[in-house]
């Protein structure tokens, strides 16, 4: 640990010679406390972070317009194009190398719930599920059945270990809800924390905000700090002394994610990429989703506000988004390209501005909480490497089968507890469907079919778009980019779609049947059949590894 003497010395060669101005005021055993967390600064950088934060939030967004292209049709697989001797190639591959062990998954979870209006981990967050699983027990047992897929598809035991980015912020519950979890039931060497680092929020003038008089104010460094922190926690060795070849990186709060997803993995090896990104379709021009195309001839994902409206807007002859692939943080990468990462690029990634309201003690030594941003965070992010790869890969899925995040309060208009929670659940009852069930509601009447993925695409385009339109005509469906729907002031008597009410509604208001099954049963609705098949089920309806035993015994 550094002394008083050479941090107030490398601080003012910094230009931050303020940090230490309530020196005076503290008690020894803060004293200690602040020295050890100034002595972990990168203060040779320092000087070289806060005026960078400055130019960069100084400078004008760039226009790519004139520099963008699309991914090239050869670089793209998608679950709906491609036919089912294809996917179920895919799946054998992606089988295989699980099965083999070469396979471990990722999980970025440096950020808490804030918005969400929880102080804790999103991973440890309960949508209102039936089962009252969080996002980590479900997660969990993901895990446990795509290796129970692969040691029985290969006659082997294999393992995928399961390894968590945290932060300052969420490593300590983390850990603690794992434990008190029994950690799922999964091995507890197979699961691997670390910790990204934390960088010093900055003023609007370059100097490095205070958050108390002995307590920097900092920040994650965003989900590209993954790769520094592979790096400093030496969690590539690990991944090398386990055989592990492909890796899976994936948000916390996405409740659809398939956990090693196998065709996702088998469309990568089979390509020879080294670097993978699963994208949705956008809903509509607008939508804010960062978009994987190139530019100049380079991938990467350029965000929705760096798009001309008329760009976004473009369509193909089908009339189909030409800047369709919308980026959902789910990526597949080698561990060479890592590698390579970590040796020759993680200091070359871009740096993201983010303009944040930060608390702050001011002159006085008085605590402000801003009503505005007052601070600079900057942050790299994961997709950044996108633009080293040697082969690089786009995998399209269907939004409502694997896209639906967890970002804010009930309240708000979009990615809440209710449309994570009716999105798993209108999955779930799609499953049961097409297993054979017949499903009754609540008053014992049978439920119709959900509508198909290119129906609720569109329909969930119009509600967006259009502040929650209610009333919708289908007015054609030939295929999948002709199907038209007008929007009406008021309902019809035929021809209509109630996105709010239907039985299976991918993400509406209002609750959509209360079928839910665990993970432990089925991974991807694979197995239903001869539990399903035939039966007529009442709802609610929880399908766990009890239940499924009951129904295979009559």
């Not at 490398?10 to 967390?37: I, K, N």
């Not at 793209?76 to 591959?93: F, M, T, Y």
């Not at 020879?272 to 960062?290: F, H, L, M, N, Q």
């Not at 007015?475 to 002709?482: G, K």
Request: net charge negative; proline share 6%; charged share 25%.
């Amino acid at each position: 640990m550094l002394s008083f003497e050479q941090l107030k010395q490398r601080l003012e060669s910094a230009g931050q010679p303020h940090v230490l101005q309530f020196w005076s005021e503290l008690c020894e055993e803060d004293r200690d406390t602040f020295l050890q967390e100034l002595s972990q600064l990168d203060l040779k950088g320092l000087k070289d972070h806060c005026e960078g934060a400055v130019r960069a939030a100084d400078s004008p967004s760039a226009n790519l317009d004139q520099h963008i292209q699309p991914v090239p049709p050869e670089s793209i697989g998608s679950v709906r194009k491609s036919d089912k001797s294809c996917l179920a190639e895919w799946e054998n591959e992606g089988l295989l190398q699980i099965s083999q062990s070469r396979v471990g998954v990722l999980l970025l979870a440096g950020g808490q719930g804030t918005r969400l209006g929880v102080q804790y981990p999103k991973g440890m967050y309960n949508v209102g599920l039936p089962s009252g699983k969080t996002l980590y027990q479900i997660q969990a047992e993901r895990i446990h059945k795509i290796q129970e897929l692969s040691n029985r598809k290969h006659g082997c035991k294999c393992t995928v270990p399961w390894y968590i980015m945290t932060s300052e912020f969420t490593l300590a519950p983390t850990k603690k809800f794992f434990k008190e979890n029994n950690y799922f039931d999964l091995d507890p060497s197979n699961i691997v924390m670390f910790e990204q680092r934390m960088i010093p929020a900055v003023t609007f003038d370059g100097k490095v905000i205070l958050q108390g008089k002995g307590k920097i104010a900092m920040a994650p460094d965003g989900n590209g700090g993954l790769y520094q922190a592979l790096v400093d926690n030496k969690v590539l060795e690990d991944m090398k002394k386990r055989g592990v070849e492909y890796l899976h990186v994936y948000c916390v709060d996405n409740i659809l994610v398939k956990m090693a997803d196998p065709v996702f993995i088998g469309f990568c090896v089979s390509r020879g990429a080294d670097c993978g990104a699963k994208v949705v379709e956008k809903a509509y021009p607008a939508e804010p989703v960062g978009v994987v195309c190139k530019v100049q001839g380079v991938s990467q994902v350029v965000e929705y506000s760096e798009f001309q409206p008329q760009t976004a807007e473009l369509r193909g002859p089908g009339g189909e988004l030409v800047y369709s692939a919308g980026n959902i943080c789910n990526h597949l990468f080698t561990r060479a390209f890592l590698q390579d990462v970590a040796e020759k690029f993680k200091d070359q990634l871009k740096q993201h501005v983010a303009l944040k309201k930060v608390p702050f003690v001011d002159s006085c030594g008085n605590h402000v909480k801003p009503t505005k941003p007052n601070g600079i965070k900057m942050e790299k992010f994961v997709f950044d490497v996108f633009p080293f790869s040697r082969n690089f890969v786009v995998f399209e899925v269907v939004r409502e089968d694997e896209f639906s995040p967890l970002k804010n309060a009930d309240g708000a208009a979009t990615d809440t507890p209710t449309t994570a929670r009716n999105s798993l659940l209108a999955q779930h009852c799609r499953w049961a469907m097409a297993a054979g069930a017949t499903l009754l509601d609540e008053h014992g009447n049978t439920l119709p079919p959900a509508a198909r993925s290119e129906e609720n695409l569109l329909i969930y385009s119009l509600r967006k778009s259009t502040g929650g339109t209610k009333y919708m005509k289908k007015v054609c469906c030939e295929n999948s980019t002709s199907l038209v729907i007008d929007i009406l002031p008021e309902p019809l008597s035929a021809g209509l779609v109630y996105p709010e009410s239907s039985s299976c509604a991918s993400a509406g208001d209002s609750p959509p049947t209360q079928w839910e099954i665990s993970p432990l049963v089925s991974y991807f609705g694979e197995g239903l059949e001869k539990l399903l098949g035939g039966r007529t089920l009442p709802t609610p309806f929880i399908l766990d590894e009890k239940r499924a035993k009951e129904l295979q015994a009559q």
